[in-house]
RNA sequence: GCCGAUGUAGCUCAGGUGGUUAGAGCGAGGGAUUCAUAAACCCUAGGUCGGCGGUUCGACUCCGCCCAUCGGCACCA
């Protein structure tokens, strides 16, 4: 089954942060988890490059708009490389391929009636050359907020896309789709705001010049966030029909897993299937939008400087390595519907109690008595793993479930209740106890490749979160990575006698 | 201002069509033990379940009001 998974196009004016971090991370996890069942996954990233705030940055600098995107794109390339992240194609909105497609796109929009030229008139600040809302307006007692003047009365011309000509199907497509848009409260804040009635959005601009130039008037660019959604077909070529990119992608479409940040939850929401059905395209599978972390308890926000940046995380890459950054943003995330803090001390505390004691302890022990009293070959099991099998079983249907709903938290707690229940069973057992007994040692050995047999299997569950640290210890137990998920979590991995490397995978850290 | 949500142990959160001692994980304190990364395991939380009022034999759970916090309110990428 195709899987199409993509994170928003991230604005080139900003600098990465943990925020860009957080979603491709997401959306990483969620591509191996996918691909590890044998999925047809094509996972999907890049950058958003037009816009006024691009050409005005770029001016400030006496660069051309493009110099910028390139630099500032090449950066969120190289930190995609620093992450490890595995995305198929970074896509970017100047790129020939996508403007073309999206004219395309316009042009069809346009000959079907559903974009037509209008005249927009509000409030204007020439200083700033920006409109603001009556409400905004109002708020600022009709003044300019940087320059003090009054905003006048000003009128322009702009190409509209007809939202609410598809109030009636959003909302026929919304009812069909419950889960269309996830979390529910995400979903029920759309719901509330289509039940207010949609107005037409405009879709070009005329005081900017970096964007797309609209088709056939070519004093108008394409807005950016017309420009930007669209990035989910032109990277598949649907806007080239029969082109070498559709052959190759249009698979992959309407397969598609939207992950999002809920700040831009409207535009993925509403503006974007409602230009799907006025393209007459499918629509998208999910919309996930999450929420946001805070630090320390505080907003992040331009103003307070205190974003966590990307030296501050390759700081925790340098002291607790790259999976346990991932492990916190999987486990410890706002993938729901509340934003998360972020905390130096909770990231330690994450990584002490579920990696060093849990995903590290637990392997290290097992092997540690099967080298002790085996010599490290693995024993044979008289009881053909006893209840291990149902159990192994049980976790991987529950991982999977959560995976298929993006619970990125009942995944990973899946394959840890398998190494805590493996804890408490050498707990209960003692097979420390029976290695001083001649007499019990087909009970040892059986407890004891019970034991690795289900590491192993919860080893295979947690690729898609610990990458690097699991093919260590694919490595310690001799395996390779190469079969699919359901053959590789069959019972019986592990034949007897294969020799079984001790390891430490997670090591302890001071604070 | 309008719409919507949330407020439960130090922290993050579960929970209940109203009914004896309100739960989990983490942290903290204590214990016992050794296969292991002083890890796994056992014990310990006396939190007016935001406040006030109402309904009721009885509310943390229903209703009203209030307070606090958060989200959304369209041309913002």
């Not at 660069?63 to 490389?81: G, H, I, M, S």
């Not at 939850?265 to 974007?272: E, S, T």
């Not at 022990?365 to 099998?389: H, L």
């Not at 007994?437 to 898609?464: N, W, Y």
Request: proline share 5%; aromatic share 12%.
């Amino acid at each position: 089954m195709p899987a199409y998974i993509t994170t928003p196009i991230y604005y080139v004016n900003d600098r990465p942060h943990i925020g860009h971090a957080y979603t491709t991370t997401v959306c990483d996890v969620w591509a191996r988890a996918m691909r590890l069942r044998g999925e047809d996954v094509f996972f999907l990233t890049g950058t958003d490059e037009h816009g006024v705030k691009v050409e005005k940055s770029a001016a400030a600098k006496g660069v051309t708009p493009q110099a910028l995107a390139d630099e500032n794109a090449a950066e969120f390339q190289r930190v995609l490389k620093v992450f490890g992240l595995t995305n198929d194609d970074f896509i970017r909105t100047t790129e020939p391929r996508h403007e073309k497609q999206v004219q395309y796109f316009v042009k069809r929009l346009l000959d079907a009636g559903s974009v037509y030229l209008g005249t927009f008139e509000g409030w204007y600040d020439e200083g700033q050359e920006e409109y603001y809302t009556e409400t905004r307006a109002k708020e600022l007692d009709y003044k300019s907020p940087i320059s003090g003047r009054p905003l006048t009365r000003a009128t322009e011309q702009n190409y509209y896309f007809k939202l609410s000509s598809f109030q009636k199907q959003l909302e026929d497509f919304f009812a069909a789709n419950p889960d269309f848009v996830q979390p529910a409260a995400r979903r029920n804040e759309v719901l509330g705001r289509l039940r207010d009635g949609l107005q037409d959005v405009p879709v070009t601009r005329t005081n900017f010049t970096w964007g797309i130039p609209f088709p056939g008037d070519e004093k108008h660019v394409i807005y950016v966030w017309i420009d930007a959604l669209f990035n989910y077909i032109t990277a598949l070529g649907l806007g080239e029909p029969g082109g070498a990119l559709a052959t190759e992608r249009a698979k992959y479409w309407p397969a598609a897993y939207h992950v999002i940040g809920k700040e831009i939850l409207w535009f993925h929401a509403v503006i974007w299937p409602a230009l799907l059905m006025a393209l007459e395209l499918p629509m998208p599978r999910r919309i996930h939008a999450h929420s946001f972390w805070i630090a320390d308890g505080q907003k992040m926000s331009k103003s307070m400087g205190n974003f966590v940046d990307l030296p501050t995380i390759e700081g925790y890459f340098a002291k607790y390595g790259l999976d346990a950054w991932r492990w916190y943003m999987a486990t410890q995330g706002p993938l729901q519907a509340s934003d998360s803090d972020f905390r130096a001390q909770h990231f330690h505390e994450t990584y002490t109690s579920d990696l060093v004691n849990v995903v590290g302890n637990c392997p290290s022990r097992v092997t540690a008595m099967i080298n002790k009293y085996f010599e490290g070959k693995m024993p044979a099991d008289s009881q053909a793993g006893g209840e291990w099998p149902t159990k192994c079983a049980a976790a991987v249907a529950q991982w999977n479930a959560a995976i298929d709903e993006l619970d990125l938290v009942g995944a990973a707690q899946a394959a840890m209740g398998l190494l805590r229940e493996v804890d408490a069973f050498i707990h209960r057992t003692e097979p420390f106890k029976l290695a001083k007994d001649p007499a019990r040692a087909e009970e040892l050995c059986s407890i004891l490749a019970q034991c690795a047999e289900t590491v192993r299997i919860a080893g295979v569950l947690l690729e898609p979160f610990l990458p690097a640290k699991m093919a260590e210890l694919r490595v310690a137990l001799k395996q390779d990575d190469g079969a699919p998920l359901s053959k590789r979590v069959a019972w019986g991995g592990l034949a007897a006698g294969t020799v079984l490397d001790k390891c430490a995978l997670f090591p302890r850290l001071e604070a």
